[in-house]
């Protein structure tokens, strides 16, 4: 799968910056999920886009915290 996605500006602390903004179902269905922790390998002109290991299991483990307090204030 290719995405061509425009290289965009943000205004901050007075100067342009560039700005990448990924968005859109695709993410989903290639297995990103919403609050997921991804790690970001920089490289010359190149980005690698992956899931953080240890973040996941911490989310996993918030998550069924959250999930378990929920339960018990119903």
Known sequence: ???R???QKLYRSGKDVPTIRLEGKWI???????DEIVTVNIRERLLIIEPTEKNMKEIVRYKSHLS???KTLS
Do not use: C
């Not at 989903?28 to 919403?34: C, D, N, Q, S, T």
């Open 1 to 3: 799968m290719v995405r």
């Open 5 to 7: 996605i425009k290289i």
């Open 28 to 34: 989903k269905r290639i297995g990103f999920e919403i």
């Open 68 to 70: 378990a307090v929920k």
